[in-house]
Antibody, heavy 119, light 108 residues
Framework: QLQESGPGLVRTSDTLSLTCSVF??????????WGWIRQSPGKGLEWIGSLYYSGRTYYNPSLKSRVTMSVDTSKNQFSLNLTSVNAADTAMYFC?????????????WGQGILVPVSS | DIVLTQSPDTVSLSPGERVTLSCRAS???????LAWYQQRPGQAPRLLIY???NRASGIPDRFSGSGSGTDFTLTIRSLEAADFAVYYC?????????FGQGTRLEIK
């Protein structure tokens, strides 16, 4: 089970910061990666990035310059930072477990968190 | 880049009927790395099918996937009320994900 948390509103040009807590299993389990996906009405589902418990990260090239992901194995959590946000970053943000390999199927999802970006 | 095109955009059917949804890739998909997800209103997507035809854990056998190369289908037989949702296909590994635009399955 995964659960996203973060602010309910982010101001334009600020940094969006979200955390995903993993329950019922270890984030350090071998063979699983962890990812962020967002969904907005205009662009559908968009993969943001993924990481492994070791800290190795993989980012969407279109967002790479603004994205940083990190993992805290002691808290069984991983996080997303998206800098210099604008209205186009308004979306539902989901965290998910990635199975089998780095770009594997997304076999478990959090419920999502809506993040509006407003000036 | 590969583009996934789903059809139809919307389909209206009644409970008990059978439906086949299509996902077409602009280039051949290697290794059949194609997944299907169901998204009910207000919920996160749920993995239904991976590797084109393998049901994910807990998915009833009313759901089946098939296809290879550029053409993939998801079939749902004997539709139930909970099946009316949006369905997405997704291309995965070894390259970053590509999602289709989705097909809305609505009650007639």
């Amino acid at each position: 089970q995964l659960q996203e948390s973060g602010p309910g509103l982010v101001r334009t040009s600020d940094t969006l910061s979200l955390t995903c807590s993993v329950f019922g299993g270890s984030i350090s389990s071998r063979g699983f990666y962890w990812g962020w996906i967002r969904q907005s009405p205009g662009k559908g589902l968009e993969w943001i990035g993924s990481l492994y418990y070791s800290g190795r990260t993989y980012y969407n090239p279109s967002l790479k310059s603004r994205v940083t992901m990190s993992v805290d194995t002691s808290k069984n959590q991983f996080s997303l930072n998206l800098t210099s946000v604008n209205a186009a970053d308004t979306a539902m943000y989901f965290c998910a477990r990635v199975s089998r390999f780095v770009y594997g199927p997304l076999d478990s999802w959090g419920q999502g968190i809506l993040v509006p970006v407003s000036s | 880049d590969i583009v996934l095109t789903q059809s139809p955009d919307t389909v209206s059917l009644s409970p008990g009927e059978r439906v086949t949804l299509s996902c077409r890739a602009s280039q051949s998909v290697s290794g059949n790395n194609l997944a299907w997800y169901q998204q009910r209103p207000g919920q996160a997507p749920r993995l239904l099918i991976y590797a084109a035809s393998n049901r994910a854990s807990g998915i009833p056998d009313r759901f089946s996937g098939s296809g290879s190369g550029t053409d993939f289908t998801l079939t749902i037989r004997s539709l139930e009320a909970a099946d009316f949702a949006v369905y997405y296909c997704q291309l995965y590994g070894p390259s970053p994900y590509i999602f289709g635009q989705g097909t809305r399955l609505e009650i007639k």
